[in-house]
């Protein structure tokens, strides 16, 4: 079993900065790719960003400049910075990690979410 626990959602103003985090813990022998997810009112979920276990990134358009990722592999944590919200980036952000589990079973887990608001 995987679980992720996600944290460092909250209310902030447009121009304001928030970091999220995403721990994961349980059976693994290795995780590959980390990503984060959001999720609007009414909107599909989409990719905000995703890195790799070598550190190689990728981001939505949306948020290049402002977001960055980031891992620590030995605390098997991914982190998301975001600089210069916008109220548009208002969504439940979810994390999401693919690795191998301690069986050798490939696993992909989400997170349960956390709520980010960005007020105008």
């Known amino acids: 079993q995987v679980q992720l626990v996600e944290s460092g959602g909250g209310l902030v103003q447009a121009g304001g900065s928030l970091r999220l985090s995403c721990a994961a813990s349980?059976?693994?022998?290795?995780?590959?790719?980390m990503g984060w997810y959001r999720q609007a009112p009414g909107k599909q979920r989409e990719l905000v960003a995703a890195i790799t276990s070598g550190g190689s990134t990728n981001y939505a358009d949306s948020v290049k400049g402002r977001f960055t990722i980031s891992r620590d592999n030995a605390k098997m944590t991914v982190y998301l910075q975001m600089n210069s919200l916008k109220p548009e980036d208002t969504a439940v952000y979810y994390c999401?990690?693919?690795?191998?589990?301690?069986?050798?079973?490939?696993?992909?887990?989400w997170g349960q979410g956390t709520q980010v608001t960005v007020s105008s």
């Open positions: 349980g059976s693994i022998f290795s995780l590959n790719n």
């Open positions: 999401n990690a693919g690795g191998t589990s301690g069986t050798g079973a490939w696993f992909d887990y």
